[in-house]
């Protein structure tokens, strides 16, 4: 059996203690599938005394992650602490810069440095393997990278956030709001105590942005992405949805258009249908659509320190398996020197369906003027109703739930703006767009 696999490990916290935890108990396993032993030689974290219900004695104890990845003497350098900056990137580009291989579940990280640090890799003859910064537990980076190689890939998108699924989710089957099920997200602990990255969509923004250029071989452009969050999402835009056949997930969905790469994350209907329409609380999905192979949807869990470290391990055992030198796969999917530059498909040329509610005063004339405004942004609607509010009396509010055929955003934008201006219109007009999953 050749050497053992020496790995170094910065960050002990959910992910990393999960990690050594399943290298020390399955040991044995490890070595006879990777041929060789993984054996972990040092570790770091910020503090050294905490107890994390992992043995570390006996391997060597780093004060920093930048000297760890300077000094250790180790073959792999894995980075399980985040953050986009500071000692998380530092130290990973100390060690790429010596020719260690890195395997990283920083999905911040990527996304702001990722072409630069896949050029370090590349020069250096490293790997650098991430397939934890994308939907945890679930093998979308080796699919992209390694199995669709061939495949001119149209469309990926998925539900990339449990939190932000987990709330949806509450919110629909029991009737919450979405302070509500924040809350309980937070006392579950999915939902961090300052939530505003996932509910944002910046998190999943991140991890749009690193499968974009998996899917379409461009720059990463973690800052060209239209981004819409969850927290304008009410409980009745849930139930009109549920009404007309749709639920409403976060999705970050990358597309290829005649005019460039759309990136967007937003809260979006699906039909109830639909395989995605059906995944429910912290679980993932990612479906790619490509010409060769067609489309492929994966589920599964997509945080937790077990389902991560898998992913992790996964990456750490590719590397136990590779031969000295061997740069199987560049690691972007495309070599880093060979990425096209970003071509942003503006948002206002999207194409699809939309959902408009509009709560409005209860007079003679609104449906016609609406149905007025929207013909003359050449809108089609698939339908136009008027919800009932039975707790309310005759004279209140009304809600009118639009759907309309597939039209662009700008038409879109040009009829509400025009509706606006209309004294009949109370409140702020909600619009959600309508994705259709190709299959499933
Ligand atoms: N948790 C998940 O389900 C999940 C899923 C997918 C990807 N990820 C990614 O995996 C990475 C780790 O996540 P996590 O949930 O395991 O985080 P975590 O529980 O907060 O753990 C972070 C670890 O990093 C250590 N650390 C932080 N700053 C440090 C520094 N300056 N020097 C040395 N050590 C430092 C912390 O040390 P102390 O323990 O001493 O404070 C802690 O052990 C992140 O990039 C995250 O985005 C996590």
């Given at each position: ?115 630069e640090l896949a050029k370090i890799a590349e ?315 190709k299959a499933f």
């Open positions: 059996m050749s050497d053992a696999l020496k790995v170094g490990i910065a960050g002990l916290g959910t992910v990393g203690a999960s990690l050594v935890r399943i290298i020390q108990n399955r040991a044995n396993e490890l070595a006879v599938t990777c041929g060789r032993a993984i054996e972990i030689t040092a570790v770091t974290a910020r503090d050294r005394n905490r107890d994390r219900g992992i043995d570390i004695s006996g391997i060597a104890w780093f004060d920093t992650p930048e000297k760890l990845a300077a000094e250790a003497d180790i073959d792999v350098f894995v980075e399980l602490m985040g953050g986009a900056n500071g000692p998380a990137a530092d130290s990973v580009r100390a060690a790429l810069e010596r020719g260690l291989h890195v395997v990283t579940a920083n999905k911040a990280l990527l996304a702001a440095s990722g072409v020069e250096k003859g490293a790997l650098l393997n991430f397939e934890a910064a994308v939907a945890g537990g679930i093998p979308v980076i080796k699919a992209l990278r390694e199995s669709l190689t061939g495949n001119t890939v149209s469309r990926v998108y998925g539900i990339m956030n449990g939190t932000c699924n987990y709330i949806l989710t509450r919110m629909e089957k029991e009737g919450l709001s979405f302070a509500d099920c924040l809350r309980e997200a937070q006392r579950l602990g999915y939902a961090e105590a300052d939530p505003a990255f996932d509910i944002e969509g910046n998190d999943t923004a991140h991890k749009l942005a690193i499968l974009t250029t998996l899917a379409f071989g461009s720059e990463i452009a973690a800052d060209e992405i239209y981004l819409e969050g969850i927290t304008n999402i009410s409980i009745e835009d849930i139930r009109a949805a549920s009404d007309l056949g749709y639920r409403i997930k976060l999705l970050g969905v990358a597309q290829k258009t005649e005019s460039g790469i759309e990136q967007r994350v937003h809260p979006t209907m699906v039909p109830h249908d639909t395989v995605i329409a059906q995944v429910d609380g912290v679980t993932n999905a990612v479906a790619i659509e490509s010409d060769i192979l067609g489309e492929l949807l994966m589920v599964g869990p997509g945080a937790g320190g077990n389902a991560t470290a898998s992913a992790v391990l996964g990456d750490i055992a590719d590397i136990a398996k590779s031969r000295p030198g061997e740069q199987r796969v560049p690691v972007l999917g495309t070599p880093a020197a060979s990425l096209a530059p970003y071509k942003r498909a503006r948002m206002r040329s999207h194409e699809g369906g939309y959902f408009i509610r509009l709560t409005v005063a209860d007079r003679t004339g609104v449906f016609a003027s609406i149905a007025t405004r929207m013909a003359e942004n050449a809108i089609s609607l698939e339908s136009i109703v008027q919800r009932a509010t039975p707790e309310a009396g005759d004279d209140s509010p009304k809600t009118i739930i639009l759907v309309t055929h597939a039209t662009t955003e700008a038409s879109i934008r040009k009829a509400v703006d025009a509706i606006k201006t209309e004294s009949y219109l109370v409140g702020e007009p909600q619009v959600i767009r309508i994705e259709r999953p």
